[in-house]
């Protein structure tokens, strides 16, 4: 899935950042220090997250009293969604959510929130995720009228009542969706041949809420994990089962990927880290392929007592950032079966021109493996040729509409 909108509001050193409309792989946001942006990828990150969420709980701190315009309200934590991103599915996807329900081959766009109270929503774009009893009051009423004229299908009519109370706004799911598909069911034998294809038009709008339900959980089996990586994190030469258990990791994304494969492989286990290694190979391979000539991507082994890295070069900024990002691509392609949406910050901070230069070459290059979104302060970065969209930060920082295209 490709990102293709994104939104910020209402949480911490953010008000409303407008839509923002990303790259196809590369995206770079600028702004002096102090403007946001931290804040920024930082709630970018709370959608789709490798940390446990509940725990860290990024929005802890969001405003009381949110301005929008010269209006105040409060704030409801179950109410206000701070984080939305619309994404474009890719055909294998759309195939598959077809297969669920045939009205979503009608779009392959997919919003996804994240409230302040951490709950998550995820809405087809211009696709109902239930129908209207408007859209199924004459069938219903039509076969309602059919059983009046046959002696085993009058005791179904009075069953039927419950038509007639519903409106025409009101929506078929839950209990409504019930019981229109029970007393569907009960008449499904008492109908005639000719009557089954209305029967069954009916039963599928019905159900519609339902498959979306089914729908909804395939989304979130295919999202990319939203990743944010900072200049302050590192690479360490080795972390022990034990230190991954810490709760104080300040949503380090490497800790964060690797405790996760460790309970999702069962890497306690030799047959869990056979199959560990037998996963990592290809996109190891393929990853391995993408970094700087002479950079080396970290090499993983694993053993009962934990994850030892070998390979990697601390003293060289270049081999540092460069290697820390393959090694997140990587153990999310592992962990997730898919590449991240790498939120990169400030990551160019503190290299020479020259340096910089390489490295802003080699990420724009290294975006055909993942969506990059980086966060700079360097006017010099974000005006470097080959970013495919440019955005900077406002003046005042990310008041309203504060994320604007350069």
């Known amino acids: ?24 792989q590369t995206t770079v946001i600028y702004g002096p220090v102090g403007s946001g942006k931290k804040h920024f990828l930082k709630a970018l ?32 934590p179950e109410k206000k969604t701070a984080v939305f991103m619309v994404f474009s599915a890719q055909p294998n996807l759309v195939r598959e959510l077809d297969n669920i329900d045939p009205a979503l081959i009608e779009t392959d766009r997919i919003e996804v929130g994240r409230r302040l109270d951490l709950s998550r929503w995820i809405t087809f774009v211009e696709i109902s995720a239930s129908t209207r009893w408007s859209e199924i009051a004459d069938q ?6 059919r059983l009046q004229h046959c002696s ?22 839950g209990e409504v969706a019930v019981t229109c598909a029970n007393w569907l069911n009960s008449i499904a034998d008492v109908l005639t041949e000719e009557d089954r294809p209305l029967l069954d038009t009916c039963m599928q709008k019905t159900q519609r809420a339902e498959r979306f339900i089914t729908a909804r959980k395939k989304v979130e089996e295919s999202l990319p994990p939203t990743i944010a990586v900072h200049k302050e994190q590192s690479i360490r030469a080795d972390y022990s089962f034990s230190f991954l258990e810490k709760a104080d990791t300040d949503c380090d994304p490497v800790v964060s990927l690797l405790r996760n494969i460790f309970h999702s492989y069962r890497l306690g286990s030799k047959h869990g880290r056979e199959r560990f290694f037998s996963t990592l190979k290809e996109p190891y391979a393929d990853i391995k392929s993408l970094l700087v000539a002479g950079i080396n991507l970290p090499e993983l082994m694993v053993d009962e007592n934990g994850f030892t890295l070998t390979a990697y070069t601390p003293d060289s900024i270049l081999a540092k950032r460069v290697q820390l990002m393959g090694l997140v691509a990587l153990l999310s392609t592992v962990c997730y079966g898919r590449p991240p949406l790498l939120l990169i910050d400030q990551l160019d901070e503190g290299m020479d021109d020259e340096t910089a230069d390489t490295f802003i070459g080699w990420l724009q290059d290294f975006s055909g493996y993942c969506q990059i979104i980086l966060a700079t302060g360097s006017r010099r970065v974000a005006l470097r040729p080959g970013w495919q969209a440019v955005k900077r930060i406002g003046p005042e920082g990310l008041t309203e509409g504060g994320i604007i295209s350069e």
């Open 45 to 76: 990150e709370a959608l789709n997250p490798v940390y446990d969420i509940s725990v860290e709980n990024p929005f802890v701190n969001h405003p009381e009293i949110w301005q929008q315009g010269k209006y105040k309200r409060r704030v409801y």
């Open 152 to 173: 085993k299908g009058r005791d179904f009519v009075l069953q039927g009542d419950f038509i007639d109370m519903l409106a025409a706004t009101d929506r078929v799911k």
């Open 1 to 24: 899935m490709r990102l293709i909108q994104a939104k910020v509001r209402c949480v911490e050193g953010v008000v409303d950042t407008g839509w923002l409309v990303p790259g196809r």
């Open 140 to 145: 219903m009423k039509t076969l309602r009228e």
